[in-house]
């Protein structure tokens, strides 16, 4: 593994010079001695000739599986190849209704990649990315290398514990392991959910970062969910939401009216009480204002692309992202200057929720703009939808939901907001409750089936 | 031959011949054997008994097909040209008919949604026909999908009125016999769709109907009741 990793490291340095935009994270490596074992980046992937024009996506979410079925369809000439790291797919949307029983883990992981490729005419190839050339048109991975005509990367989010006050790695490290945020990977889903079937009672933090973090409405939703549970066992316990903004982010009525009527002893919300720091041992977290001793948490830090967009040099400068987000054209997700490589999901810059149905209604037009491309043609622009409900009562099953779009400004080239037709709608019922279920599983069949 | 079939059909169509040019229908209706409507104690339906205020469900042309037969109380529009599914490989236009009865009141679609293929099964129905408005839809007498969204108007052949789908909901060709006020499916349009769901739903469809037996004909007769009777849960959104 540290073979690997140092090796492409120097490959990844020998592009970064000849790119200039690598500087970060070079510095660190000490690859001299493990260079011996493999002749840096002369390994081709174990793949079929391209039949067509290849494109290759990186990442096996909602953004890369939505973009490798239509683009395929779209223009059925393309190679389509999948590159993702995991093994076993399991998604993070739909997993805060495992943690008060709605849901088992199949609902979310009964959904295999070679089924998405072998139903959808694509390749998945099971390897993680670590390097970059665009100006060979070459991807990097520890399988071997990748030449493409088109790239899709679509990583999704990494945490950025720093904006919480944790600058020391030994800390981050902690603090990932033992509370972790739930909103990138499995392994952590698997975590929270023990921890919410072990708690016996006091105080568990569920943290709201700051910034255009990973589905807005989601950890205000597992507050309800845990608190559900709390509720339901009779435990003597309380939820705290520790919420960085000055108000709930998305879908306040409906949040407000389930912490008010459903969990009125249960779910304490603080707004304005961004975290500066967490002493994991002690099991205190720092706020401006407190320092709260808790008995177990969910430390949800604030978010940034993922590092993947950083190391292969793709980030925009601090004044287009400040959360180390793909420097990419506005309307059309290329990288700026490079009609070959494109950046979709959560690791865009826009103003756009993170959240699955966004990257999925995105992904169907971003498919249409590389079928376009592809072809040397350009085609207008279309707002992605966020569609997306929030579970607030687990027994029974109640809802609340948003549906939005969002408005571009021509002349400043950016996303001014919500467009008009977006609509909420925050009385919860049951009606919407079950919707959540059926909402989430249309993704998987979109993402999965032909 | 579906195709060929198709045309000639279309061929005395207003809206075929409106065009003025000769035209190639790529969504094609296929026929598949006449089913007659029938209630759940096997006696064919009257047209007339049939309540405006929500859908009716039957399966057709397949034993694990749902389709929803919609008495609209009013004309439904007729020959309108609609575009199937414009990533399918019968992508293009299509003729909607209309509607049959009395007053061309009574339609029918497959009650899949188009978008992400959300269908009504025994336990609980994502589709509902809202005569009365609903809150996702706003006004009354459109069909709406729970799950994300998407509006239809059967008035006007399912067209998709709002929300992420794409293209109509498929159309179920009806016959209406006049003389004892019956109502026959005879074919529809859009197989593409049909192999998706069958595919899709395959571990759902062999626990509901058995194996090889949703893919199965339906026969000379249909069951026909009403949405609430077939599927437990209706999600009023």
Redesign the interface.
């Known amino acids: 593994m540290e073979k690997e990793q140092g090796l492409s490291r120097r490959n990844f340095l020998k592009l970064g010079a000849a790119s200039g935009a690598l500087a970060v994270g070079a510095t660190a490596v000490s690859a001299g001695a493990i260079a011996k074992t493999l002749p840096a980046g002369k390994i081709k992937a174990a793949l079929p000739k391209a039949k067509g024009p290849r494109l290759v996506i990186v990442g096996g979410g909602t953004s890369g599986l939505t973009i490798a079925k ?1 683009a395929k ?2 223009y059925p000439k393309f190679d389509v190849v999948v590159v993702e790291k995991r093994d076993m797919y399991s998604s993070c949307f739909s997993s805060n209704l495992w943690y008060s029983g709605i849901i088992n883990l199949e609902f979310l992981a009964d959904h295999s990649f070679l089924d998405a490729a072998r ?1 959808n005419n694509y390749i998945y190839f099971n390897a993680t990315v670590t390097g970059l050339d665009r100006s060979k048109r070459r991807l990097i991975t520890n399988e071997g290398e990748i030449d493409y005509d088109f790239l899709v990367v679509a990583p999704g989010i990494s945490y950025d514990y720093e904006k919480i006050g944790v600058k020391d790695v030994g800390v981050m490290t902690a603090l990932r392991q033992t509370y972790p945020g739930g909103f990138v990977s499995p392994t952590e889903h698997v975590t929270i959910h023990r921890k919410v079937q072990e708690f016996e009672g006091g105080v568990f933090v569920q943290t709201v970062p700051s910034g255009n973090y990973r589905c807005l409405p989601g950890p205000y939703e597992r507050a309800c969910m845990i608190a559900s549970v709390i509720k339901k066992n009779k435990i003597k316990g309380k939820v705290l939401v520790l919420d960085a903004n000055p108000q709930i982010t998305i879908k306040q009525a409906g949040f407000h009216a389930a912490f008010d009527e459903l969990y009125k002893d249960i779910i304490q919300w603080m707004p304005s009480a961004a975290v500066t720091g967490v002493d994991v041992e002690k099991k205190i977290i720092h706020t401006e204002f407190d320092s709260i001793q808790f008995d177990d948490a969910a430390i949800y830090p604030n978010v940034r692309a993922s590092t993947l967009i950083e190391q292969l040099g793709l980030m925009a400068p601090s004044t287009k992202s400040n959360q180390k987000e793909a420097n990419i054209d506005t309307r059309y997700y290329n990288f700026v200057g490079d009609h070959r490589v494109y950046v979709t999901g959560d690791s865009r810059p826009h103003p756009y929720s993170k959240s699955a ?1 966004t990257s999925n ?1 995105e992904g169907k037009y971003i498919a249409k703009v590389l079928a376009a491309r592809a072809q040397g043609k350009e085609i207008p622009w279309e707002s992605p ?1 966020t ?1 997306c409900y929030s579970m607030v009562d687990a027994d029974p099953m109640e809802a609340i939901s948003v ?1 939005a779009g969002y408005d571009y400004d021509a002349k400043k080239d950016v996303i001014t907001g919500f467009s008009k ?1 977006t609509k909420l ?1 925050e009385d919860r019922d ?3 409750g ?2 959540t279920l ?2 989430a ?3 998987y ?2 993402m999965f ?2 | 031959m579906d195709r060929r079939r198709f045309i000639k059909i279309c061929a005395g169509s207003a809206a075929a011949l409106s065009l003025g040019i000769p035209r190639v229908w790529a969504a094609s209706y296929r026929d598949y054997p006449r089913a007659l409507l029938t209630d759940i104690q096997g006696i064919p339906i009257k047209a007339s008994s049939l309540g405006t205020e929500a859908a009716y469900l039957f399966h057709y042309p397949y034993k694990g097909l749902p389709c929803f037969l919609i008495n609209l109380g009013k004309p439904a529009a007729a020959n309108l040209a609609l575009m199937s599914d414009p ?1 399918g490989e019968e992508s293009g236009p299509y003729n909607w008919p209309g509607g049959v009865g009395k007053t061309s009141n009574l339609v029918a679609f497959v009650a899949i ?1 188009t ?4 269908a009504p099964n025994k336990s ?1 129905s ?1 589709m509902r026909y809202a005569a009365s408005g609903s ?1 996702l839809a706003g006004t009354p007498g459109k069909i709406v999908c ?4 998407s509006v239809f108007d059967p008035v006007v052949g399912a067209k998709r009125v ?1 929300g ?1 789908a794409t293209y109509p909901l498929l159309p179920v060709r009806l016959e209406y016999d006049p003389e004892n006020d019956s109502i026959a499916a005879n074919g529809m349009a859009g197989h593409q769709l049909i ?2 769901y069958f ?2 739903y395959k571990r759902d469809l062999i626990q509901e109907f058995g194996a090889g037996v949703y893919r199965e004909n339906v026969g000379d007769t249909t069951m026909t009741q009403s949405l609430s009777h077939y599927s437990e ?1 209706i ?3």
Do not use: M, T
């Open positions: 239509y369809k779209e139903n149905n209604s939808r569609v549906s037709d709608f049951e009606a919407k079950k919707a059926e909402w599983r249309g993704l069949r979109d089936d032909a | 990533l949604c978008h992400q293929l959300s609980i994502y809150e729970c799950a994300h969204g709002s992420p192999d998706q595919k899709s849960s999600p009023a959104c």
